[in-house]
């Protein structure tokens, strides 16, 4: 991808038809009944599998998802920000069903790894050959001192996107000039590295527009340094100066609780009280049904073969998205999408003798700081020693000129109306 040129929704639809034509062209399956496919989880990962898997309608494939819309977390920042609107977020799956999916809305309760079967909520089974798990991530709701499930509308996390969204964005203009707002920024692995500095730049930017200036915006971390952290602070310092503050773990001497009741946070250096805003975003894992099928090590999320995305505890089972362990990529959208390719042409190449070609990954994340003020990271990656392991990088500069900002903007658009395209048809 070029660095300095609009990644376009036709651009980017293009290089995916180019991956169908050669990688998932197979020969036809004649006197026998189709292989079946579940694939588990509607998001940019499994979504993507379903659609790439089901094309010439040579495997039976099933995507189990309980939702009939997908709100993308990806963009909900800018919802935040005043950028986009929340309708512009959902997606269906009437394209999945047009491609040959069959959808069953309902949750997937279990695997059944000995019988090869998925276990849904209402006691159906349905039988598999290969399965591929998009599960995304689940919350450690136990990761903050006093905070929980039950707290999680009073001190929203908005990482799930939906209602959590809505709830984040009304508690946002409720926030008064001169109010305090205190972010619970989560420690690593968790999905969308850039996520909670371009949510706090989005927050930044409604209030300062709105006429709320004076408020303050304080960012509690356990990490030492962040994705595009010079990019940001320039960013932060150039349109909101006096608004953010980021306070590292050697400062805060890490957070120690949080009262829901009186919006207080406690660290070990100082307590922040009647905060009109905290939002909590914990630490992660897999989703329940991985970690329960026993494809997730101790680190919560789930090891897996770099060259196929099948998992390293069951080779029948490819597991894609924020649930995997990616090596060298982060978790998010792009990333998952670009797995969901690697796993759908390795299933097809098992099931139908598709052909197969080497795996090869992309990702790039875009943030928004300010209008037209866009900055990206990201690379490609191919395995190597055991993992994903990034072959060539790329981030933005500080002091870039206004039009390469605008440039990347205008990427970052493009890729979004293309990558929902490309996931949902």
């Not at 060259?307 to 998010?332: C, L, N, T, Y």
Request: aromatic share 8%; charged share 20%.
């Amino acid at each position: 991808m070029a660095a300095r040129n609009p990644l376009s929704r036709r651009r980017f639809l293009a290089g995916a038809a180019g991956l169908s034509a050669a990688a998932l062209a197979a020969p036809p399956v004649v006197g026998q009944a189709r292989p079946r496919l579940v694939v588990v989880g509607g998001g940019p990962g499994g979504a993507t599998a379903a659609r790439y898997a089901a094309k010439d309608g040579a495997i039976d494939v099933t995507l189990v998802e309980p939702s009939r819309h997908y709100v993308t977390c990806f963009h909900s920042n800018l919802f935040l920000g005043g950028f986009r609107s929340f309708d512009s977020l959902v997606h269906g799956y009437g394209g999945l069903e047009k491609a040959g999916v069959r959808l069953v809305h309902e949750a997937a309760a279990a695997i059944d790894r000995d019988r090869r079967e998925v276990v849904l909520a209402g006691g159906a089974r349905l039988p598999f050959d290969r399965l591929i798990l998009s599960p995304g991530i689940d919350l450690k709701y136990d990761s903050v001192p006093g905070w929980g499930r039950e707290w999680e509308e009073a001190m929203p996390h908005a990482w799930k996107a939906g209602r959590q969204t809505q709830i984040l964005k009304a508690k946002l203009d409720q926030v008064p000039d001169g109010g305090l707002i205190v972010m619970i920024a989560p420690p690593n692995p968790y999905r969308c590295p850039p996520g909670p500095y371009e949510r706090v730049s989005m927050m930044a930017h409604v209030l300062k527009a709105t006429g709320r200036g004076r408020a303050k915006i304080i960012i509690v971390d356990p990490k030492e340094k962040f994705s595009k952290q010079g990019l940001f602070q320039e960013g932060w310092e150039s349109h909101y100066p006096g608004m953010i503050e980021w306070i590292a773990p050697d400062i805060s001497e890490g957070l120690k609780s949080v009262d829901p009741k009186t919006g207080t946070v406690v660290t070990g250096f100082e307590t922040y009280a009647n905060a009109a805003l905290v939002n909590v975003i914990p630490a992660q894992m897999a989703g329940a049904i991985a970690r329960d099928a026993g494809l997730a090590d101790a680190s919560g999320y789930c090891p897996i073969d770099p060259a196929s995305m099948a998992s390293r505890a069951d080779a029948g089972i490819f597991v894609v998205g924020d649930a995997a362990i990616p090596g060298d990529m982060p978790k998010s959208a792009f990333a998952a999408n670009s797995q969901a390719k690697v796993a759908a042409m390795t299933v097809r190449a098992e099931l139908i003798g598709a052909r197969a070609f080497p795996a090869r990954y992309a990702n790039t994340c875009w943030s928004l700081i300010d209008i037209d003020d866009a900055v990206k990271v990201g690379g490609r990656y191919a395995p190597a020693d055991g993992r994903i392991k990034e072959v060539e990088g790329f981030i933005s500069q500080t002091g870039e000129p206004p039009e390469l900002r605008r440039g990347t903007q205008a990427e970052n658009i493009g890729w979004y109306d293309g990558i929902t395209a490309d996931i949902f048809g």
